[in-house]
């Protein structure tokens, strides 16, 4: 029997294939584990079998040691090199034998650069072949698959193809060779670590460490406003002085001392104008993990998984799209239809259905796949699953719906011939707020009717004293955007490399603080190799990269482009490696201790209280010690970070403990009211208290820990009764 063979990314995108083309039931069947299906369409009998992502790897060569520059590198088994790809053997193994019988091959990977990448890689090394024909589809719906069979191209995407190979070695030439010459340079310092950097990590890291560097920087300059406060109709309404900031308090003052005191102000001017505001337009993914965080805080990274989820399980299409478009070949009927079986959704879609659908589509386009829509399909959700599909559906629906009108209403008030002003503005016609709520966040300041010349009464008129603010740190929505408006990294990398700043200890915190080991990294590279954080380099090549996915340009010539770039650099970096070596150890060791700082010491109050390693765990000490020998338990499990809070009850300094995604703040001190409700002389009577097992009858001994004290059975471990004080 021979047969088509169907490559899939997943298991689960080889399932809804597998089930979107039988003309009857799929026959499942498995090698070691791995699940493949037998199916028949039409006249032809066609075995459908999975990858799980990425099969193979970048690897070097010929490998001479810890050296750099390398640039000899191969594609390899991704389990050969790195073990937690293990599991990914078996899908090979499966793969190779459902190649042998196979007469033709299609690949039916996700459309993107990574999916060719995967669908290439099992076609050249597991089944040894040239070429495959190619399945384009964005969702995973039967009728797409279908048709997406039907019309599959005869050969793969070779633009997609060469681009995805470029950049797996682009990025592989960075990593390997930053983060070596990095490592090599601490070693140099006389201190062992290993470093990471990357093509994209760098200019991110720097973006972030800049805007570090502005708020460090920043001097507030005082100003001052004046505010009155005017009412008609019992609503009162805020009017600010038409200069609005005064850099001169003096002038300030002036103009106070002319209105103190004045009860009444005639309406000097009523402008009021409509304005159409349209509906937004239709989800890419960036804007999809943007409007997520604003909604729910779900993190840019988290809600590309969820967003995955959804597209695995048929509900949306492909996520990973720089689209911002909607081309009529979606079927808006039909999926407004299939969406109108939604109790939460069906009075939108009757609405719709009513009237010529066209969506207000955005400017941004992708060459692979259209905005993310929902399919109209629905299965069993909960969560944030729950959350994302319904801002999605939302979304969708908005975008056809009417413009909302609202309505801006300018009101001048002459108080003793200083002009105030009064600003507001109200909605109308709601049209597609109504669509997207409760995710529509707008202002609506409504002001009381007024006529012009008409005197009203100043109930209070303040001078405000205020300063210039510095910039706003980035949030892990902001530095996404930032990326994407720069060019630095794809739709599909930029949150991960966000992740990666944030495991290697650059950046922490939500808005992002950039920590002192990124700032003094950055310096570091600055003074001495500034190409390694380079911006437009980095977007060089990314501008590369998409020529040669347009067939534009060969993937040879960017690749020999990127190691005489990488040379130079390298060169540089070596003649420097000592001093880079010297400052970044500075940096971790800087970083270390503050990372490792708990706070004053209360009993000395000379030293500081640091997080010690020793032979039993983890414990908190302090650093004046033999003199002064104050110590405290720390919990064997669990990540513990420093606070900058002090316990209102003993004033000792307080610790975070992360079990997990739970995050709980503590004091210290185990003998705290916070932990036990009771004072230091209760606790001393407890522990001569003569207290019994209530199940064994042995003693009750007073035990401590970090989260507080309890009484624990002298028995332990045969009983392990514990009472809570």
């Avoid at 209070?460 to 930032?482: C, F, G, H, L």
């Amino acid at each position: 029997m021979t047969y088509e063979l169907i490559i899939c990314e997943k298991p689960n995108a080889a399932n809804k294939i597998a089930f979107a083309l039988a003309d009857g039931k799929p026959i499942k069947e498995n090698i070691a584990g791995v699940p493949f299906y037998k199916v028949t369409h039409g006249s032809k009998d066609i075995v459908v079998g999975c990858a799980v992502g990425h099969l193979y790897t970048l690897a070097e060569k010929n490998k001479k040691g810890w050296t750099y520059p390398i640039f000899d590198v191969e594609w390899v088994q991704s389990s050969a090199v790195n073990k937690e790809a293990s599991y990914s053997s078996k899908y090979v193994t499966a793969l190779k034998k459902l190649a042998k019988d196979a007469s033709s091959l299609c690949v039916a990977t996700d459309y993107d650069i990574e999916g060719e990448v995967i669908g290439f890689n099992v076609v050249k090394h597991i089944c040894k072949k040239p070429d495959a024909k190619r399945m384009k589809f964005s969702t995973l719906t039967t009728d797409e698959l279908r048709e997406s069979y039907e019309h599959a191209s005869p050969t793969l995407n070779w633009g997609q193809v060469n681009a995805g190979l470029t950049r797996h070695e682009l990025d592989w030439y960075y990593g390997i060779n930053l983060s070596r010459a990095l490592s090599l340079s601490i070693k140099k310092a006389g201190s062992f670590k290993i470093l990471s950097s990357g093509r994209v990590q760098g200019p991110a890291l720097k973006i972030i460490v800049d805007r570090e560097k502005e708020i460090l920087a920043f001097k507030p300059e005082p100003f001052w406003q004046i505010m009155g406060i005017w009412s008609k109709n019992k609503a009162n309404v805020e009017a600010w002085h038409k200069e609005d900031k005064f850099w001169e308090k003096e002038k300030a003052e002036k103009i106070m001392q002319n209105i103190k005191g004045e009860k009444k102000a005639k309406i000097e001017s009523i402008e009021k104008a409509e304005f159409n505001q349209m509906p937004p337009v239709p989800f890419d993914l960036t804007t999809l993990q943007i409007e997520s965080y604003r909604c729910f805080k779900i993190q840019p990274s988290e809600t590309l998984n969820i967003a995955q989820e959804l597209y695995l399980a048929g509900v949306i299409s492909y996520p990973r799209t720089s689209s911002q478009q909607l081309p009529p070949e979606i079927g808006y009927k039909k999926i407004l239809n299939k969406l109108s079986g939604n109790s939460n959704y069906k009075k939108f879609t009757d609405q719709l259905l009513s009237k010529l659908l066209k969506p207000y589509n955005g400017k941004k386009t992708d060459p692979a796949h259209p905005a993310i829509f929902p399919t109209g399909n629905f299965v069993e959700l909960d969560g944030r699953q729950l959350k994302v599909f319904d801002l999605i559906v939302k979304r969708f629906l908005a975008t056809f719906a009417e413009p909302a009108v609202r309505e801006s209403v300018t009101i001048k008030l002459d108080i003793k011939a200083e002009i105030f002003i009064s600003k507001g503005v109200r909605t109308i016609k709601k049209g597609w707020h109504d669509f997207y709520a409760p995710y529509v966040t707008l202002e609506e300041q409504e002001l009381p009717h007024v006529e012009q010349k008409e005197i009203v009464d100043v109930k209070n008129i303040d001078m405000m004293e205020k300063e210039t603010q510095p910039p706003k740190r980035y949030t892990a929505a902001s530095i996404i955007k930032d990326l994407e408006k720069r060019n630095l990294g794809t739709k599909s990398t930029r949150a991960a490399v966000v992740d990666t700043l944030f495991h290697r200890g650059y950046i922490t915190g939500q808005p992002m603080e950039a920590t002192k080991l990124g700032i003094h990294t950055i310096e570091t590279l600055e003074k001495y190799c500034e190409s390694i954080i380079d911006e437009q380099l980095t977007k060089h090549f990314e501008d590369e990269m998409e020529l040669i996915r347009e067939n534009k340009k060969k993937n040879t010539d960017v690749l020999e482009e990127a190691k005489h770039v990488l040379t130079k650099i390298l060169d540089k970096f070596k003649k420097n490696e000592k001093e880079i070596g010297q400052g970044l150890f500075g940096a971790f060791k800087d970083a270390e201790e503050a990372e490792n700082t708990v706070g004053e010491c209360p009993i000395c109050h000379a030293g500081k209280l640091m997080i010690k390693r020793g032979r039993y765990g983890r414990f908190i000490a302090c650093d004046k010690y033999p003199e002064c020998k104050t110590t405290f338990n720390l919990p064997s499990t669990g990540k513990v970070k420093t606070s900058e809070k002090i316990c209102e009850l003993c004033n000792h300094p307080m610790i975070k403990i992360i079990q997990g995604r739970k995050a709980q703040e503590v004091c210290i001190n185990l003998n705290c009211k916070s932990k036990t409700g009771k004072t230091e002389t209760e606790l001393k009577q407890l522990e001569k208290a003569d207290k019994k097992c209530p199940k064994c009858g042995k003693a009750m001994i007073l035990r401590k820990s970090v989260y507080g004290q309890f009484y624990g059975c002298s028995g332990y471990p045969n009983c392990k009764t514990i009472e809570k004080i």
